[in-house]
């Protein structure tokens, strides 16, 4: 068990539509990051938090924001839904904010499908 | 042309084979180098890490980085069932994933 924590695990919903995946890090651990998994895109690096701040920003859609919280959670916010869209959204929790110095901890993963 | 190529197999192997799995990168300036586990359903687990070119073994794991020749591997030795799962570089500061290999070991 990593100790990131996505809910929900499953997600169906319809084109147009929007939806809020949310993500507990591990304790102790500042920084935040999202990532969408697709068959034909393998893992696609979206955004970083750190500590409450936007730290790096990856191939995010504008229809897709984020926000991490005091309490470090954080949720991504998907709006205007396509079928491309459906797609695992991880998230990833570390101490510091390189990879380089902090290894990332992946959850499990919630699984989107837009109907 | 893509930043990390990743061959995305199925591979498919007896018990006891030694593994093979590469990726091949475009940028130079790269430094960092990882290797991710996925078994179905998980998210990715880090398995190895390597700094600039060389070597670096972990059991049965072995990474290897060629920098001139920009080509990274994993090697797996005495290959198991419960190494069936699928195997992710991920290269760069910023974490450029390949698309994975497949792997199944069988008994």
């Known amino acids: 068990d990593s100790g990131v924590t996505q809910t929900p695990k499953h997600l169906i919903t319809a084109t147009g539509q929007r939806v809020t995946l949310r993500c507990s890090p591990r304790?102790?651990?500042?920084?935040v990051y999202w990532y969408q998994q697709s068959l034909d895109q393998g893992l696609q690096f979206l955004i970083q938090?750190?500590?409450?701040?936007?730290?790096a920003k990856g191939n995010i859609l504008e229809r897709f924001s984020a926000q991490q919280f005091p309490d470090l959670h954080s949720e991504l916010n998907l709006s205007s839904l396509e079928l491309g869209d459906s797609a695992l959204y991880f998230c990833?929790?570390?101490?510091?904010?390189?990879?380089?110095?902090?290894?990332?901890?992946f959850g499990n993963g919630t699984r989107l499908t837009v109907t | 042309q893509k930043e990390v190529e990743q061959d995305p197999g199925p591979l498919s192997v007896p018990e006891g084979a030694i593994v093979s799995l590469n990726c091949t990168y475009s940028?130079?300036?790269?430094?960092?180098f990882m290797w991710y586990r996925q078994y179905s359903r998980k998210g990715p687990e880090l398995l190895m890490y390597?700094?600039?070119?060389g070597n670096k073994e972990d059991g049965r794991f072995t990474a290897q980085v060629d920098k001139s020749s920009k080509y990274i591997s994993l090697f797996i030795r005495d290959s198991q069932p419960s190494d069936s799962a699928t195997y992710l570089c991920?290269?760069?500061?910023?974490?450029?994933f390949g698309t994975g290999t497949r792997l199944q070991v069988f008994p």
């Open positions: 304790s102790g651990d500042l920084s």
């Open positions: 991920a290269i760069g500061d910023k974490l450029i």
């Open positions: 390597t700094y600039s070119s």
């Open positions: 940028n130079s300036a790269f430094q960092y």
């Open positions: 938090y750190y500590n409450g701040e936007e730290r």
């Open positions: 990833a929790s570390s101490v510091g904010t390189g990879t380089y110095n902090s290894p990332l901890h």
